[in-house]
């Protein structure tokens, strides 16, 4: 396997790898821990059917990283992290779930898990059976965590339509959603309530069915990225904005829940240049995050509108500034959230250094309020 791991672990701040292995279940799973500076790491579960080991490590590592920026830009007291799972046909899924609940529970709390694709209630459930450190998808936990990255999607939808053109009339736009799962589903009702034009594509039968149901036009697999409309709304897998669908998308925004929708970085610049607004996924997807981390470290599940608020805050911001400083709101987005964790790794490092008697006083941590100003030094 050509992957260079502990180099990508240096270059990007990762603090901690590790490879399970539970013979009985047949459970293979990576799990990495990116960023603890700011409080505890929090990260889903995916299981997915990746075709390599290095596949599925990478979507590990760019997962978890996703976190940490979610986190530092939401001003949630935590890092990221992310278990990725093999899914095959040999695969003891509710064993595999209890022997991952196993290892989370002697990380005794440096890594809460939550859901994410290939885990839901019954998944969690299974994990909840060996660790505490896990949210639980019942009513012992925060509640509807789809629920709350809806609103803050919809929060980032809102602020690209005033960006653009100063006012957010529903019943004059159109938005085509990819992924008619738990998130776009609850989208579409949210846009079609207020009067906007929903078409969206799904590549299973039964979720389109449903989705016609609630007036959303079903597309044509695969027509989604050439669709004319206002805001296009990625909330199905990540990786879909790269050179060639770039050049098809006919929307003017994009704007949706999907994880790393973009193939690398630069493609954030190709958006730009063909005048798309790209509002990042780390920006707007964070609502499960605030709500889960809230739920664990405060015992309280932050209210959606309160979401809503706050995340519509911060995207407002991070266009604007963009737009000051004319680069992609990706660009400044990104420059912010690694500063946030630089700024927590100098102060935790000085802390231990501190204890050890050795160092300077702690310097000031990243907090909630932080300003979107950043000095322009980061990668
Ligand atoms: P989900 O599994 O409920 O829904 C995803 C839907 O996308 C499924 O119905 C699936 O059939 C469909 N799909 C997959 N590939 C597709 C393709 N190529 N074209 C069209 N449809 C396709 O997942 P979800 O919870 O709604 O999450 C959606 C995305 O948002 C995921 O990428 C997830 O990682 C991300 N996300 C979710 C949350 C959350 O709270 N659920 C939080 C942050 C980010």
Same mark, same amino acid.
């Given at each position: ?114 859901? @994410? ?26 509640? @509807? ?55 969206? /594509? ?26 004319? %409309? ?48 790209? /509002? ?8 499960? /995050? ?56 100098? %102060?935790? @490092? ?9 160092? @300077? ?19």
């Amino acid at each position: 396997m050509a992957v260079h791991v502990l180099d990508a672990m240096v270059r990007d701040g990762f603090e901690e790898l590790v490879a399970l292995h539970d013979r009985s279940s047949g459970l293979r799973a990576f799990l990495a821990i990116h960023d603890t500076s700011r409080g505890p790491a929090f990260g889903g579960l995916r299981r997915f059917a990746y075709r390599d080991e290095k596949s599925a490590l990478m979507d590990c590592l760019r997962l978890a990283k996703a976190m940490s920026m979610k986190c530092a830009l939401a001003g949630v007291n935590g890092g990221g992290a992310k278990l990725v799972l093999f899914d095959h046909p040999g695969l003891d899924r509710a064993a595999a779930y209890r022997s991952i609940g196993r290892s989370i529970e002697r990380l005794a709390g440096r890594y809460y898990a939550g859901p @994410d694709v290939g885990t839901g209630t019954a998944e969690l459930s299974n994990v909840a059976f060996e660790t505490k450190y896990v949210t639980h998808p019942g009513p012992a936990g925060p509640g @509807d965590l789809p629920g709350a990255t809806a609103a803050g999607v919809f929060a980032g939808m809102r602020a690209a339509l005033v960006h653009l053109d100063g006012e957010e009339a529903w019943e004059d736009r159109t938005v085509v959603i990819q992924g008619l799962g738990s998130v776009g589903q609850r989208l579409a009702v949210r846009l079609i309530g207020l009067g906007a034009r929903v078409s969206g /594509v799904d590549l299973d039968e039964a979720t389109c069915d449903r989705a016609r149901g609630l007036g959303v036009e079903i597309l044509e697999s695969g027509s989604e990225l050439d669709k004319a %409309a206002d805001i296009f709304c990625p909330c199905a897998m990540g990786g879909l904005l790269h050179d060639l669908t770039i050049q098809r998308i006919a929307a003017r925004a994009v704007c949706g829940a999907a994880n790393n929708p973009l193939a690398r970085s630069h493609h954030a610049e190709r958006l730009h240049a063909r005048g798309i607004l790209y /509002v990042p996924d780390f920006v707007i997807n964070s609502g499960a /995050v605030i709500r889960g981390a809230g739920f664990h470290l405060d015992g309280r599940a932050t209210p959606l509108d309160e979401i809503e608020a706050r995340i519509g805050e911060v995207t407002t911001d991070v266009l604007r500034k963009a737009a000051e400083e004319a680069i992609p709101p990706f660009v400044l987005a990104k420059r912010v959230a690694e500063q946030r964790i630089r700024v927590a790794r100098n %102060a935790a @490092d000085s802390e231990r250094q501190s204890a050890l008697g050795a160092g @300077d006083a702690p310097r000031e941590r990243a907090t909630a309020g932080d300003e979107l100003t950043t000095e322009s030094t980061s990668s």
